[in-house]
T-cell receptor
């Protein structure tokens, strides 16, 4: 069975600082990995995904994530935070033929 | 706009009542998923349908049921409602053929408040 752990339910950064949101997964077979973002009063939308191939994936709004199999991690980063990045971020894992499992979410606060 | 439509957006009802939440997936998507989001439980997978058939079941209570109709829209029925059922219910769809693990497209959710 798959599982996802997001380290830190809340992360606070200053505007212009590095954003690092941590995600570790567990899967007995090669997983597909996703990061979704949820803005207030909205549904989740895809930021980026890893399926196969290049382990560094780039997404929308300047975010990227690196799949590290040896560390079973898929951390999300952005070099410079913007106020508009304040939202909740969800890491998710799925494997072929099975449902997508979401982490508990990390709420990102961006200070001016 | 994800292309997934959920109605109603807000719903307030009393304990013991029954409600139906409706979801229209993106055009062409055969899979529909239902998730429950609450402060204490996070985003919990309830159930998945693929082309009218139940494909996967998660933490769905026996008081809850769902179905997907021939036109691919789906309904989630919640009965004998309890205070703890108050949550945001999301529908998502994908073009998942059942053999691939693709991205999900979420609706804006139906916020249920049980008083």
């Amino acid at each position: 069975a798959q599982s996802v752990t997001q380290l830190g339910s809340h992360v606070s950064v200053s505007e212009g600082a590095l954003v690092l949101l941590r995600c570790n997964y567990s899967s007995s077979v090669p997983p597909y990995l996703f990061w979704y973002v949820q803005y207030p009063n909205q549904g989740l939308q895809l930021l980026l995904k890893y399926t196969t191939g290049a382990t560094l994936v780039k997404g929308i709004n300047g975010f990227e994530a690196e799949f590290k199999k040896s560390e079973t991690s898929f951390h999300l980063t952005k070099p410079s935070a913007h106020m508009s990045d304040a939202a909740e971020y969800f890491c998710a894992v799925s494997v072929v033929g099975f449902k997508t499992i979401f982490g508990a979410g990390t709420r990102l606060f961006v200070k001016a | 706009d994800s292309g997934v439509t959920q109605t109603p957006k807000h719903l307030i009802t009393a304990t013991g009542q029954r409600v139906t939440l409706r979801c229209s997936p993106r055009s062409g998507d055969l899979s529909v998923y239902w998730y429950q989001q609450s402060l204490d439980q996070g985003l919990q997978f309830l159930i998945q349908y693929y082309n009218g058939e139940e494909r996967a079941k998660g933490n769905i209570l026996e008081r809850f049921s769902a179905q997907q109709f021939p036109d691919l829209h789906s309904e989630l029925n919640l009965s004998s409602l309890e205070l703890g059922d108050s949550a945001l219910y999301f529908c998502a769809s994908s073009s998942n053929q059942g053999q691939t693990a693709g991205e999900l497209f979420f609706g804006e959710g139906s916020r249920l408040t049980v008083l």
